[in-house]
């Protein structure tokens, strides 16, 4: 488990760390250490991702362990980018266009 948290954190970084992704997230490219910053972190997480599956199988089975994780771990990251900027703005957008109010703002209550 530790080897699928550490490598989806990495891989997020990563992706964080790309002009696309990031502004798709933030609604802005990243800063030049933001993205520095990201990256090497990226690295640093995916490469130490490594160390609980070789520590706890042994190297031959651990690092194949570990290539069974990473797989799931990109394809957690890469659908979570495809689909959560859209999701997440969605309910918004639509709130901007029918106008309606806030159920708490007192102005609808009947």
């Known amino acids: 488990m530790t080897t699928f948290v ?9 992706a ?8 798709d ?3 802005m490219p990243p800063a030049r250490l933001r993205k ?8 640093a997480l995916v490469c ?20 069974g994780m990473i797989t799931p771990a990109v394809l957690f990251v ?10 997440s703005s969605a309910p918004l957008s639509r709130h901007r266009a029918s106008g309606s109010h806030h159920p708490s703002s007192g102005r609808n209550a009947g």
């Open 78 to 87: 890469a659908l979570g980018l495809t689909y959560a900027p859209r999701v």
């Open 48 to 67: 130490t991702s490594v160390v609980p599956a070789v520590l706890c199988s042994g190297f031959s089975i651990g690092l194949t362990f570990w290539f």
């Open 36 to 43: 520095l910053t990201l990256g090497m972190a990226g690295c």
């Open 6 to 14: 550490l490598s989806v954190s990495g891989f997020a970084a990563l």
């Open 25 to 27: 997230i933030f609604g």
């Open 16 to 23: 964080l760390s790309m002009h696309r992704h990031h502004r």
